[in-house]
Each structure stands twice: as structure tokens, then as C-alpha cells.
């Protein structure tokens, strides 16, 4: 009993805080740790499909969402979560567009802004900063929210004058404080300030992706590693935690086990997170339209005990999975996050209504009484034991399938099941990722070969079933 207590009791006490307030009056302590328990939502990677071009009116998987899907998802998201203290909001508000794409793709700046002007109006209908007691806190820069994609092929000055005009529109609406406008603008990180004793840094993570640019030929892209550094350390000095969040998770991707960032700039990265490690409480990130972790191996030289990153799934049933947001609850006095409850919808063609179902809580599935580094690696750990077993056997393994695609084709093909155990593992190279993946078996140079033929860049969207069209297979994510 008491072994399962102190393993629930952030839980229980935040599912039955009220309660417990009253009938511990004269413990202020207590009273003190249940106030500060709170409860945020985060949304991400909307991909505003505004064509014609699409099956039913919620769309399907393999589709960017329709506007009544994006609607139906926010409303949802508030009615699932009347106790609201903040949302989060991870950017990717335009719809994916490439030529031959049947919707007038590739678009242009002005297409994708005023898409991006009606995903984020959409969006404020239901969460409006102003109705929640610390707001909401965007990245607004996701890769789609440039055109083309990823900005490929921008310069920087070209990048700024966009940004200019993309900060202008959405602040007609959102009215950003000044220094968050100002370093909107330049492309440069900023502090949401949560409470007094804890921030988040919104930093923007599109010109650190191979597809803006092949080459990392800038040190410190618009002096980003620098706003870093220094907001860091001032928030050391006030004592207070922070969140780093941003839209490309600079870490491998699961889709196929490239570096999401050139590896010069997660180098960077970890060294600033490595220093500031016992300020920084999580690393929050979207962009994959899965619900993700990261974690360094235990002793790992470069990062050793720093924060988890918490990837979010999207809301674009895109790439194969289904509709999802997460609710957390958090202790605003440390930062901690003590769990994620997240929600999905079976998207099918032609429905008329949705059903949105939890899809996973951490600390039920997970028995995760708190999203932390020693916490999340032991999940790792029991995950990866779990792949010696036989398939009915491996529990944790079939829970964290069904979290990654949205409860959406959950494979039983064991090296596909181990990639995605290996993806937990906050590794910078390629060559790490796929060490992990084929490390009990014999030849690794002709297993490198099936796995990346297995589950290459898009491939494992097939596993799916997903009816994905050619010209999407040729279009990279
Ligand atoms: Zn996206
Ligand atoms: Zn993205």
C-alpha cells in the first residue's frame, strides 16, 4: 500500500485535490501543493486543408484536416478539459502543398498566410488566450508555415520579410507583448512567462532543418543559441523553471532515423540544455503528428540526467495516424509534469459525427507517477526487455504503439516494434538510432537495408493502410 501511494500520490492528489484542501485545513502544506497543481492542453500541427479537396466532412487519414475537423477537435478539446489553466500551441497551421497535389500546391507566401490567419482564428474561437489564467503559449513558425515547405531555399533576409508580415497578421488578433513581437520578427527565441517561477522559451526550429538548407554554413542562425544563453541564465538567477519549446524536435526522426536538425545544431542544443539541465523541466516539441518521447541513456556523456523531451501528436491525420491532442497536469511550483492524458478520434470516411475517446493516460498505462528523465528511462527499459518476449506478452510495447499513431495501425512486426522502442532514446546520428535497432542481429549492413526499405522515409505509412496517393509518396514531410 504504501509502495503504490508514493508512486500515486501526485495523481491522487490532483484528481481529488479539492477534497483533500478541505479536509486537511490545518495542513498548509498540503493545501499549498494542491493550489499549485494546474492543468494545461496542447494542440499542434492543424495543417488547415481550406480546399474541396477532400472525402467526408471530418477528411480521412492520409489528409490534412478539414475545417470541421480542426473545429470539432477544439471544441472537444475544451469540453474534455473544463478545468483550463494554459494551452500550448505548436505551430504547422497551413496545409502540406507540393505540385500536382490536386489543391493549387505549391502555394504561395500569401496563400499560406492567409491559411495560417484562419487555422489560428479557428483556433482562438475555442482557445482564446484571454480565457485561461496563464494564457496560451504559440510556436508560430512550423515548417508548413512557409512556403514552400520548410522555406526551402529562402535566404535569411527573405525569411525575416515574411516572418515580418506573418507576425503582423497573427498579432492583429493575438496581441503579443512587444518583446515577444520583436523577437518573433527576428526569428529569435522569447519568454512566455507562465508564473513568476516558471517560463517557457518559444524558439523557433524551422532554419535548423536539412530541408530549409543541406548546409549549416551559420554558426548561430539569427543569434538564436545566443537569446538562449542569455534568457537562461536570467531565469537561473530569479530561481525559476522553464520549458524549451518549438515546433522540429531537434532529435532523430522516427520516421527514418535522420537527424531533424542538422547535427552541428542539436550539438549545440544539448550543450545548452546540459547546462542549464537543472532549470529546464521538459522539452516540449510537435511536428511528427505522434505522441512521442526522448530520453538520454543513464551516464550518457553528453546530456546525462537532462530533461525528457515530450513530443505531442497532431491534430492532421496526414501521415496515417488519427487526430489527437494531449492534457497534462502539471505542479506549477517545480514545473513537473505528473501526467499526459491524451485523446484521439477513429477517423473513417464519410462519419458525421466523432467520438473522441482518452487515448492513453501516462500514469494508468505507464504507471508513470511523474514525466521525468529516471521515470520515462525505466519505461524505456521495460520496453526494451519486453521485445525478448512474445508479442502477446509485450504490454508496454503495444500501449506506447497505440500512443505513437493515435490508436492507428498498431504493427506486430517485431523489428518494426523494436525501431520504435529505439526512438525513445534521445541519440544525435543516425548510425546510433539504427545501432539500437539492429543490435542483436547478425548482419547489420543488409538489416540497415531491410529496415530502411521496411520503414523507410514514408514507407511505414503503408503499414497503416493509409490510401496514400503517388504524388504524396514523392512529397517529403
Ligand atoms: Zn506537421
Ligand atoms: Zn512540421
Redesign the pocket.
Known amino acids: 500500500m504504501l509502495v503504490w501511494l508514493k508512486q500515486y500520490w501526485p495523481v491522487l492528489f490532483a484528481s481529488v485535490g479539492c477534497v483533500f484542501v478541505f479536509k486537511n485545513k490545518f495542513n498548509a502544506e498540503v493545501e499549498l501543493f494542491i493550489s499549485d497543481i494546474k492543468h494545461f492542453v496542447t494542440l499542434?500541427?492543424t495543417?488547415l486543408n481550406v480546399s474541396n479537396g477532400h472525402i467526408g466532412i471530418f477528411g480521412m487519414r492520409g489528409q490534412d484536416s478539414t475545417i470541421k475537423l480542426l473545429e470539432n477537435t477544439l471544441y472537444n478539446a475544451r469540453a474534455l478539459n473544463p478545468s483550463l489553466s494554459a494551452f500550448f500551441y505548436l505551430?504547422?497551421s497551413a496545409v502540406?502543398s507540393w505540385a500536382g497535389d490536386f489543391i493549387g500546391g505549391p502555394l504561395s507566401d500569401s496563400q499560406v498566410l492567409d491559411i495560417v490567419d484562419v487555422s489560428l482564428s479557428t483556433l482562438q474561437k475555442y482557445f482564446s488566450p484571454n480565457d485561461f489564467e496563464y494564457g496560451g503559449i504559440f510556436t508560430l513558425f512550423?515548417?508548413?508555415d512557409y512556403a514552400p515547405d520548410y522555406a526551402s531555399g529562402k535566404n535569411e533576409l527573405e525569411l525575416l520579410s515574411y516572418t515580418d508580415s506573418l507576425v503582423n497578421r497573427i498579432n492583429a488578433t493575438n496581441h503579443f507583448k512587444t518583446e515577444a513581437v520583436v523577437a518573433l520578427k527576428q526569428l529569435s527565441c522569447y519568454e512566455a512567462i507562465i508564473t513568476p517561477k516558471l517560463s517557457a522559451i518559444v524558439i523557433n526550429t524551422v532554419f535548423y532543418s536539412p530541408l530549409y538548407s543541406e548546409n549549416a554554413s551559420v554558426t548561430d542562425p539569427f543569434g538564436q543559441f545566443n537569446c538562449m544563453a542569455r534568457t537562461l541564465s536570467q531565469l537561473k538567477e530569479r530561481g525559476a523553471k522553464v520549458y524549451v519549446v518549438g515546433h522540429i524536435p531537434p532529435a532523430c526522426s522516427s520516421f527514418d532515423g535522420n537527424p531533424q536538425w542538422h547535427e552541428v545544431y542539436i550539438s549545440q542544443y544539448v550543450r545548452l540544455i546540459a547546462e542549464f539541465k537543472d532549470i529546464i523541466v521538459a522539452q516540449l516539441y510537435?511536428?511528427?503528428?505522434r505522441n512521442e518521447y526522448r530520453i538520454t541513456k543513464p551516464g550518457d556523456e553528453r546530456c546525462d540526467d537532462c530533461p525528457p523531451m515530450i513530443i505531442f501528436g497532431?491534430i492532421?491525420p496526414?501521415f496515417g495516424n488519427n487526430p489527437t491532442f494531449s492534457s497534462w497536469n502539471v505542479n506549477v511550483s517545480s514545473g513537473i509534469i505528473l501526467g499526459i492524458k491524451a485523446f484521439y478520434a477513429q477517423l473513417e470516411p464519410n462519419l458525421n459525427e466523432l467520438n473522441w475517446l482518452e487515448l492513453l493516460e501516462t500514469s494508468k498505462d505507464f504507471q508513470l507517477p511523474q514525466l521525468t528523465t529516471p521515470y520515462l528511462q525505466e519505461l524505456s527499459r521495460t520496453m526494451m526487455n519486453e521485445l525478448e518476449l512474445d508479442i502477446l506478452k509485450q504490454n508496454m510495447v503495444s500501449k506506447y504503439l497505440k500512443y505513437v499513431h493515435s490508436n492507428s495501425g498498431i504493427s506486430s512486426d517485431s523489428l518494426v516494434r523494436r525501431w520504435y522502442v529505439c526512438s525513445t532514446f534521445w541519440v544525435q546520428t543516425k548510425q546510433e538510432f539504427l545501432d539500437c535497432t539492429t543490435k542483436f542481429l547478425p548482419n547489420l549492413s543488409e538489416n540497415i537495408l531491410f529496415l530502411e526499405k521496411k520503414i523507410g522515409p514514408l514507407g511505414d505509412h503503408l503499414l497503416y493502410g493509409a490510401k496514400l496517393t503517388d504524388e504524396f509518396l514523392l512529397h517529403k514531410?
Not at 286 to 289: A, E, F, Q, S, V
Open positions: 499542434t500541427d495543417h505551430g504547422d502540406h512550423g515548417n508548413n510537435g511536428h511528427t503528428h497532431g492532421s496526414i514531410h
